[in-house]
């Protein structure tokens, strides 16, 4: 839209939104004589692909994240499964838990999206949990993929 005008139109047959911003704003493109240089877009649309696709091509993005609503509230800020509520060293690339303890980078794997697009995944682990007070409300649902080896007794989540 500009100005409240809808400037194009696409209709896709994918089933998520973050797979189609890329090819409207090619299609798009190809047309106006012109780019838009802010693009502004739901929380559909947020995806590293498309923030990254953006930033290439010099383009400001407006995009909602896809947590905002829930991340105003008290208890997404107090679920200590969360990285985003974890103390992070930069020096070391660890993580601190609520009781301390370390999760450290296990492993690095490489995930390709539908269009090709290559990511990498970091996983963080830490050696034990045993005697953890907190172990329960961690693996209560949480979204932060924080989960309960119980061969390994320690906590994993990744990181992308």
Not at 37 to 66: H, M, T, W
Not at 129 to 153: E, H, M, P, Y
Request: glycine share 4%; aromatic share 12%; hydrophobic share 25%.
């Amino acid at each position: 839209m500009d100005l409240e005008y809808i400037t194009w139109l696409d209709l896709s047959s994918r089933p998520t939104d973050t797979r189609t911003l890329i090819p409207f704003l090619k299609d798009m493109e190809a047309y106006p004589p012109f780019k838009y240089q802010e693009i502004v877009a739901d929380a559909g649309y947020e995806s590293e692909e498309n923030y990254l696709f953006l930033e290439e091509n010099s383009r400001l993005s407006y995009i909602k994240p896809q947590n905002y609503e829930i991340s105003k509230t008290r208890k997404y800020h107090q679920d200590i499964g969360r990285t985003e509520n974890m103390e992070y060293d930069g020096e070391a690339d660890c993580y601190y838990c609520k009781n301390r303890q370390v999760l450290t980078v296990q492993y690095e794997k490489k995930e390709k999206t539908a269009r090709g697009y290559q990511r990498t995944v970091i996983v963080y682990r830490s050696s034990s949990c045993n005697g953890c007070l907190s172990k329960q409300n961690v693996l209560r649902g949480t979204t932060a993929k924080l989960q309960w080896k119980s061969g390994r007794k320690c906590c994993t989540f990744q990181k992308r």
